[in-house]
C-alpha cells in the first residue's frame, strides 16, 4: 500500500472527527489530537530512505497532480511530525487556560496537514492550495487569544500573508502561460527547452517575494515578531518551528533548484537575503526585553544562516569547476541540517517560554529572575536549547554552524563567514542576556510561590532537550547517509527531478 | 495588452494595502489584488470565439480543441476563489473583533505591538 497520501489524509481526517464525536467528553480531544500526531511520527519514520510517486485518482503526470515522495520531503515530513507530537503534547495541559480545545485541535491538525501537502505535492497549484491551507489555519491560530494584541498581530500577518499567497499565484499563473503547464517536474523540462526569458524573470521575482514573505527574509519580516509571540505557545513553537521553513524555505528551494535551476544571480540574491536577515535579526534580538519577542527575532537570524547555507550551495552550483560539487553538498547540507536543528531548538525555546508564562504569567524578562530554581525542569531545558541556538559545541547548534562557516570559507566567501562567526557571538550574546534575566539572579518581586509546570508540558520539553543533544548524531556517517544525504542529494540533483518524477 | 490592465488592477490592489489606513479599505485591496490574479488566469486560457469546453457527440477531437477554450484555468481559478472567500471570511470577521476592541478601524490607533 501507498502510504504517501496518508500524511494529508490523517490530519485532515482527524481534523474533522475532534469537532464532531468529542463536544461531549472533555479528555476526548486531547487524546485523538495526539493520536494524530503520534502516527504521523511513526508514519514519517517509514518514509526514511523510501522514494515514490502517488498518483491521485490514477492521472499519470503531466495531466494528473501527483505526490512525490524523496529524501527532501521525507526530512520535513519528519521535522514537521516530531515538532507537532511535541507541541500537542504540550498543549494538553497549556491549552487548558484557552475556552475551545475542539477548535484549537482542528484547527492545529489542518495546519499540519498543509505542511505535510507542500512538502510532498510535485504540482505547483496544489502547492498554492496547501500553502493557503495551512496559512489560513496559521492566521486563525495566531489570533486564538482574541485579545487586543492576538487580534492585532492576526490581522497583520493575514494581510502580509494574502499579499504573498497572491505574489505566489502570480508566479504560478505565470508559469502556466509560459509553459502550459502545472506540473513541476513537466515545468522544469519546458523551462530548460525555452531558456531564459522575461516572463519567467518576472514569475521568478514574483516567486521571491512570496516565499521571501512566507519565510520572513529581512525586507519582508516585519509581520514575524508581532505573529509568532502572540500565539499560544505550541503555535508559536510550530509558527517559528517548521511553518516558516516549509511554507518559506522547502517550497523555494524546491521551485527554484528542481523546477527553475539556480544560477549565479540569484544565488547571490540568496546569500545577500541571508547575510542581511542574519545581522538584522541577531541585533534586533539583543534589544528585546520580551521573551517571545527576543525568540522570534532570533528565528529570523537563524533563518538567514540557512538561506546563506543555500545560497553558497546553489553559487557553487552554478559556477562548476573542480570540486564545486562537493562544496554544495556541504553548504547544502549544512544548510539543511541548521534547518532541522533551529525546529528542534526554537520550538524547544518556544514551550519553555510557554512553561515560563503558565507559570509567572508574564513575558518581561525585567520581572523575571531565579527561575532556574523554581522551574528547574523548564530552566534546564531553555538551558539546553539557548546553548544549542547559541553553538556551543556539544549540542547540535554547534555542529550545522560550523558546516556552514566551513562551507563559506571553502567556497571562497571569506568575509561571510566572518560575519557568520560575529553572529554566531552576538546570538551567544543575546541568549545569556535570556538566562541571566529569567532563570539567574535574585528571584523576582511576586514569584515566590511559582511551581514547576504539570508534567506532560515538562515531558514534551524534555524530548526537545534531549533531540538538541541527540541530533549531533546525524552527523556520524551511519545516520547521516539514511537521513541527510538523501535530502542534500535530492536538492543537489538539481533538474534531473524531472527524470525522477516522470521516469524519462 | 489587455494582461497590461490586469497587472494595473494589481497594482491599484497592492497600493491599496500598503497606503489606506482602514482595515476595511486594506481588505478590499487585498480582494482586488487576488480578482486580478484571478483575471489574468482565465485571461491566459481565453480564445476570441472560443467556446465552452464541452465537447458534444460527433465531434471530432482535433477541431474541438482547436475551437475550445482552455478549461484548466477556469478550475484553478473557481478553487481560487474558494481559497480567496476563505481568507476574505477570517479578514471581515478579524476586522469586526478588532472594532469591538478598539472601536475603530483606523489601523494608526492600533499600536499595541510595537518593536
Known amino acids: 500500500m501507498n502510504i504517501i497520501p496518508l500524511f494529508i489524509a490523517i490530519p485532515l481526517g482527524f481534523a474533522f472527527l475532534i469537532p464532531m464525536f468529542s463536544r461531549k467528553v472533555r479528555w476526548l480531544p486531547d487524546m485523538l489530537g495526539n493520536l494524530a500526531t503520534l502516527s504521523l511520527v511513526i508514519l514519517s519514520f517509514y518514509t526514511i530512505g523510501r522514494t515514490g510517486n502517488y498518483y491521485m485518482g490514477g492521472w499519470r503526470p503531466p495531466i494528473g497532480i501527483n505526490l512525490v515522495l524523496d529524501g527532501f520531503s521525507s526530512l520535513m515530513l519528519i521535522m514537521v511530525s516530531g515538532v507537532s507530537f511535541a507541541a500537542t503534547l504540550f498543549s494538553v495541559q497549556y491549552m487548558e487556560k484557552y475556552t475551545s480545545k475542539l477548535r484549537y485541535y482542528s484547527l492545529f491538525l489542518l495546519m499540519v496537514a498543509g505542511m505535510n501537502g507542500v512538502a510532498l505535492t510535485g504540482d505547483m497549484f496544489n502547492l498554492y492550495v496547501f500553502l493557503e491551507i495551512a496559512s489560513i489555519a496559521s492566521y486563525a491560530l495566531v489570533g486564538f487569544g482574541c485579545d487586543h494584541e492576538e487580534l492585532e498581530a492576526s490581522f497583520k500577518y493575514l494581510v502580509l500573508g494574502s499579499i504573498a499567497s497572491t505574489f505566489i499565484l502570480f508566479g504560478i499563473a505565470l508559469i502556466y502561460g509560459m509553459t502550459g503547464s502545472l506540473n513541476m517536474a513537466h515545468v522544469g523540462q519546458m523551462i530548460q527547452q525555452q531558456g531564459m526569458g522575461p516572463t519567467l524573470l518576472f514569475a521568478m521575482v514574483m516567486f521571491l517575494m512570496g516565499f521571501g514573505l512566507k519565510a520572513a527574509l529581512v525586507p519582508f519580516h516585519a509581520w514575524l515578531p508581532d505573529a509568532h509571540p502572540s500565539a499560544p505557545a505550541p503555535i508559536s513553537a510550530m509558527l517559528s518551528g517548521v511553518l516558516i521553513k516549509v511554507l518559506g524555505v522547502y517550497a523555494m528551494m524546491r521551485i527554484f533548484f528542481n523546477v527553475i535551476g539556480v544560477d549565479e544571480k540569484l544565488s547571490w540574491v540568496f546569500i545577500g537575503a541571508g547575510v542581511i536577515s542574519m545581522v538584522v535579526g541577531g541585533l534586533l534580538a539583543l534589544g528585546q526585553w520580551d521573551y517571545k519577542r527576543l525568540l522570534a527575532y532570533s528565528s529570523i537570524s537563524q533563518m538567514g544562516y540557512v538561506i546563506l547555507a543555500i545560497g553558497v550551495g546553489g553559487m557553487a552550483m552554478a559556477r562548476g569547476g573542480a570540486g564545486a560539487n562537493s562544496v554544495a553538498a556541504l553548504a547544502l547540507l549544512g544548510g539543511l541540517f541548521h534547518l532541522i536543528n533551529h525546529a528542534t531548538f526554537k520550538s524547544l525555546m518556544f514551550l519553555t517560554s510557554g512553561s515560563v508564562v503558565y507559570g509567572t504569567n508574564t513575558r518581561d524578562l525585567k520581572k523575571m529572575g531565579g527561575l532556574f530554581y523554581k522551574m528547574p525542569i523548564t530552566g534546564l531545558c531553555a538551558m539546553v536549547g539557548s546553548l544549542s541556538i547559541a553553538g556551543l559545541p556539544p549540542f547540535n547548534g554547534f555542529w550545522s554552524k560550523l558546516i556552514i562557516i566551513l562551507a563559506c570559507v571553502k567556497a571562497g566567501f571569506y568575509g561571510i563567514a566572518l560575519v557568520a562567526v560575529a553572529v554566531s557571538v552576538i546570538t551567544l550574546a543575546y541568549y545569556l542576556k535570556l538566562q541571566k534575566y529569567a532563570f539567574f539572579g535574585e528571584v523576582g518581586e511576586g514569584l515566590k510561590d511559582v511551581k514547576e509546570s504539570p508534567s506532560l508540558m515538562c515531558l514534551s520539553m524534555g524530548i526537545l532537550a534531549v533531540l538538541c543533544v541527540g541530533l549531533s548524531l546525524l552527523l556520524l556517517p551511519g545516520p547521516r547517509a539514511v537521513l541527510l544525504d538523501p535530502a542534500v542529494e535530492a536538492v543537489l540533483q538539481g533538474t534531473d527531478y524531472i527524470t525522477v518524477v516522470l521516469g524519462r | ?115
Open chain 2, 1 to 115: 495588452m489587455i494582461y497590461l490592465l490586469t497587472f494595473v488592477l494589481f497594482s491599484i490592489g497592492l497600493y491599496g494595502v500598503v497606503t489606506k489606513k482602514n482595515t476595511v479599505k486594506i481588505v478590499i485591496s487585498l480582494v482586488i489584488m487576488e480578482y486580478a490574479v484571478n483575471l489574468f488566469l482565465v485571461l491566459l486560457g481565453y480564445r476570441k470565439g472560443g467556446i465552452a469546453p464541452i465537447m458534444e457527440k460527433g465531434q471530432e477531437i482535433q477541431e474541438f480543441a482547436a475551437a475550445t477554450v482552455d478549461p484548466l484555468p477556469q478550475a484553478l481559478v473557481l478553487t481560487a476563489i474558494v481559497i480567496g472567500l476563505g481568507v476574505l471570511a477570517l479578514m471581515v470577521s478579524l476586522c469586526i473583533r478588532l472594532y469591538e476592541k478598539y472601536g475603530t478601524f483606523d489601523i494608526s490607533e492600533m499600536k499595541r505591538l510595537k518593536g
